[in-house]
């Protein structure tokens, strides 16, 4: 009998250190979780103020000094520059290169050039910093699958051992009764 209590004692002290086990793996996949879901509302954020930065583009700005102009307004209202206006009569904005109206090629000042060049750089770095965080995202993801598959390999290797133990327990145990 102290031989099957001993098998007893030995699953469950085995049962306890796997449960402590896969409760501490169970920790880390929700601290990963958790991480994770930081970094995707990070994310939205990020796409919200691209989306702020875009609306912003689309809005008619002085090429000298970036202030909202006005609608139908021939000259900035605050540093008097005169807004680019086609042979046709239609106002040119930023980052046209031919007119929407007649197609006409449009020549701007080296100054307009510089400032367009500008918007593009900003333009340029947000979409790099957008790749780069989705880059990360991936990385994480495929670490956490790599963790999940971890745990699962863990799992069926401490199963495994468990269950030669009993056997050999069971095993320990028939050949004592048969022996007496």
Do not use: P
């Not at 031919?98 to 100054?111: D, N, Q, R």
Request: aromatic letters at 8%.
């Amino acid at each position: 009998m102290s031989l099957e209590k001993g098998a007893a004692w030995l699953l469950a002290i085995q049962h306890l250190e796997n449960q402590d086990k896969i409760n501490d793996y169970q920790r880390k996949l929700i601290a990963n979780q958790d991480e994770l879901n930081s970094n995707l509302s990070g994310i939205a954020e990020e796409i919200r103020r691209q989306l702020d930065v875009l609306q912003e583009s689309l809005v008619r700005k002085c090429a000298r000094c970036g202030n909202i102009l006005k609608d139908g307004s021939s000259f900035c209202h605050v540093c008097g520059m005169k807004r680019h206006q086609c042979s046709c009569g239609e106002f040119l904005d930023a980052g046209m290169v031919f007119c929407a109206k007649c197609g006409k090629k449009i020549e701007f000042s080296e100054e307009e050039i510089l400032y367009f060049e500008r918007l593009r750089f900003i333009l340029l770095l947000e979409t790099i910093k957008e790749q780069k965080v989705c880059e990360e995202e991936k990385e994480r993801e495929k670490q956490i699958a790599a963790y999940k598959k971890e745990l699962k390999s863990q799992d069926r290797k401490e199963n495994i051992w468990c269950a030669a133990v009993a056997i050999l327990m069971i095993a320990a145990v028939v050949i004592w009764f048969l022996a007496h």
